[in-house]
């Protein structure tokens, strides 16, 4: 693989690597550990890259495998919203009132109580805004089963929040 090729991908998907990866792993460093290992892997495995998906959704791919394996060996399992440094830079960013913020935490920590795969799938369809297809390509499922897990996840989102009595503050 050519450098060049290597460090284009970099620009282009690190910043959402990064993000994916945070989002399971809750840690700064070890999230910036794992993008740099994603692309390591993508680096010594771009011979076998059969361009049958995205360069995206295959470096998605490798990045859910490599914090998979982080989690596996550190047992760590979490969900939290961006850092500072790796928010999107988006006009309205500045604009938005402390109450918004609070009601996105809110919905981050509901988010966090969820089982793993249903995390997953939420991030990926509603944070990062993939296809179904996509979605279904770096998780290794059906496009059927993003779906139906995607559905069973905001279902368990809902009974979260209305057990905290967040559900009133969130349709506001």
Known sequence: MPKRELEDWYNAYSTTIYQYVFFLVRDV???????QETFYRAYKQAARFRQQASVKTWLHRIARNAAYDELRR?????????TKQHEPQMDDLALRSLLTKELHSKLYQA?????LVYRD????????ELSVKDTAQILGFSESKV?????????ALTTIMKERGWDDEMAR
Do not use: G, M
């Open 74 to 82: 550190k047992r760590l399992i979490a969900f939290v919203t961006f």
């Open 147 to 155: 779906k139906s897990t995607a559905a069973r996840a905001l279902q």
């Open 121 to 128: 799938v939420l991030v990926l369809r509603y944070i990062e």
């Open 29 to 35: 460093e070890l999230a910036e550990d794992i993008t």
């Open 111 to 115: 988010i966090s109580q969820l089982k």
